[in-house]
C-alpha cells in the first residue's frame, strides 16, 4: 500500500511523518489541517480573551451595583409632612416639607393628585411647570430654589409616603436622602 493511499484510509492520523510527506508533495489538503497552522491557538486565545474581558466587565457592573444598593440603604431618613396644595393654574397639588437638620425646610410641591399607584420620579427645575418646584426655605433669607431629582413609592391620600431625594441648592450645597412623610389634617380649596 502506498503512502497516498494510506492516508486515505486513515484520515485521522494527520501529524504522523507518512502525512506531512504526502501533504508537502501532493499538497492536497486543506490549508488549515497543515501542521503550523495555527488558526486554533489563535481562536482559543481570542476566547480567552474574550471571556476574561466579559469577566471584568461583569465583575465591575456587579461592585457598582452593590455600591449603590449600600448608598441607598446608607441614606439618612427624614421624618416628613405632606399637605394638599394648589397649582399654579389652580390644579390640585400636594406639598412634602422636610425639616434638615440645618433648620432650614425642603418643599417639595407636586403639581398632581394625591393618587399615585406605582413608583414615580420628578427632575426639578421642571421647566415646563407642570410637575411641581422643589424649594429650599432658609431660615433667613428668599426662597431657593433646588434642582435634582425626587422618587416616590406612591402616594395615597391618609397613608405615609416614603420617598428618596438628590437635589442641589443655587450654592452647590447636596442633600441626599428619604423621607417618610405623614398627612397633615390640612383643608385646601382650590380655584
Known amino acids: 500500500m502506498s503512502i497516498a493511499t494510506d492516508i486515505i484510509h486513515r484520515p485521522t492520523q494527520y501529524y504522523n511523518s507518512e502525512y506531512l510527506a504526502v501533504n508537502h508533495i501532493f499538497n492536497f489538503l486543506p490549508e488549515h489541517t497543515q501542521p503550523g497552522w495555527r488558526h486554533g491557538n489563535t481562536m482559543k486565545r481570542r476566547f480567552s480573551l474574550y471571556t476574561l474581558i466579559i469577566f471584568i466587565l461583569i465583575a465591575l457592573g456587579g461592585i457598582w451595583l452593590f455600591s449603590t444598593l449600600q448608598n441607598r440603604e446608607s441614606l439618612q431618613v427624614f421624618p416628613a409632612t405632606v399637605n394638599r396644595a394648589c397649582a399654579p393654574w389652580d390644579g390640585t397639588a400636594f406639598t412634602v416639607s422636610i425639616p434638615l437638620n440645618n433648620g432650614a425646610i425642603m ?32 431660615p433667613f433669607g428668599l426662597p431657593e430654589p433646588l434642582a435634582g431629582r425626587v422618587w416616590f413609592q406612591r402616594v395615597e391620600p391618609g397613608q405615609p409616603i416614603e420617598g428618596r431625594f438628590h437635589l442641589r441648592s443655587e450654592r452647590g450645597e447636596w442633600f441626599d436622602g428619604k423621607f417618610l412623610a405623614e398627612w397633615e389634617q390640612q383643608i385646601v380649596y382650590c380655584g
Do not use: C
Open 107 to 138: 418643599d417639595i410641591s407636586i403639581y398632581r393628585s394625591p393618587d399615585i399607584k406605582l413608583p414615580i420620579s420628578f427632575s426639578f427645575p421642571d421647566e415646563t411647570m407642570r410637575d411641581g418646584n422643589a424649594l429650599l426655605l432658609l
